[in-house]
């Protein structure tokens, strides 16, 4: 199976001998390249990569900040660093980077590291999930730090009020300027509306329970509060948790 490499150098020369040297070799294929860190991001969010050659120094977040992003993913590419510094090498290993080049890299050497990084990547993972996955597993978000890759399954649910959108994930909260209407219709596997103002991750959906009031609540993991189901949704809730269940039992 064809391996799918992401090269992300500021510069294009950089960029350009990389690829040239990684599709004279059998077995991979260039699927993308970025600039810069933040665009590292979108591009292992749009492009799925198997392994990730990245410079160091590069605008925006550097290399061993993406990295440090790029690891708390669930399923992340196999990373090797190529810089012209030696002197990042104890950070990019703590970063666990299958490697670490010099430029100018070497043809040998890259075949090397590229073998290595073949050894743990997604391209095994891929296999056992390409018949069933249908949509992407990361959501790229861009926020006033710059931007952030969050893993679709990992967000608890979606708030919207009157001028944004907040995503509670498991690393705390992350404002996008996406609608709830678009992340319904953009990830209908991972969200489920419950309310005008709020999508729950089906990940974490418990089930449905009532206040003392009689007000229909839904019981997310790990959240201690429940978040309100409005009358409205309530029967569409009702029939997911229904046939979720359903499926359980038949396994």
């Known amino acids: 199976m064809t391996q799918r490499l992401l090269i992300a150098d500021d510069e294009p020369l950089a960029r350009e001998r990389l690829r ?19 665009d590292v991001l979108k591009a292992i969010a749009d492009a799925s990569p198997d392994i990730l050659l990245l410079d160091i120094r590069m605008p925006g977040l550097d290399g061993l900040e993406a990295a440090d992003t790029i690891n708390r993913l669930d399923h992340p590419p196999a990373i090797i660093f190529c810089t012209a510094y030696d ?13 670490y080049l010099l430029k100018p890299v070497r043809r040998e050497h890259l075949e090397s590291a590229l ?23 990361q959501i790229t978000v861009r926020t006033h730090r710059g931007t952030e890759l969050i893993d679709l399954p990992r967000i608890y649910f979606c708030e919207a009020d009157q001028k944004c959108v907040t995503l509670h994930h498991d690393r705390g909260e992350t404002v ?38 009689g007000q229909a609540l839904l019981k997310l993991r790990p959240i201690e509060t429940p978040l309100q189901v409005s009358r409205r949704h309530q029967p569409h809730v009702r029939e997911w948790i229904e046939r979720q269940d359903k499926r359980s039992q038949s396994r």
Not at 30 to 38: K, N, P, R, W, Y
Not at 87 to 99: K, S, T
Request: charged share 30%; glycine share 8%.
């Open 20 to 38: 040239r040297l990684a599709e004279e070799l059998p077995g991979y294929e260039v699927c993308a390249e970025a600039g810069d860190g933040d």
């Open 115 to 137: 073998g290595r990084a073949g050894h743990l990547n997604r391209v095994q993972i891929r296999a056992l999930q390409e018949s069933t996955r249908t949509e992407p597993e």
């Open 176 to 213: 996008t300027d996406f609608t709830l209407k678009e992340l319904e219709q953009a990830y209908p596997d991972h969200f489920l509306r419950i309310h005008r103002h709020t999508l729950a991750g089906t990940r974490h959906i418990q089930g449905l329970t009532r206040s003392g009031n």
């Open 87 to 99: 002197e990042y090498a104890i950070d990019a290993f703590r970063a666990q980077a299958v490697d």
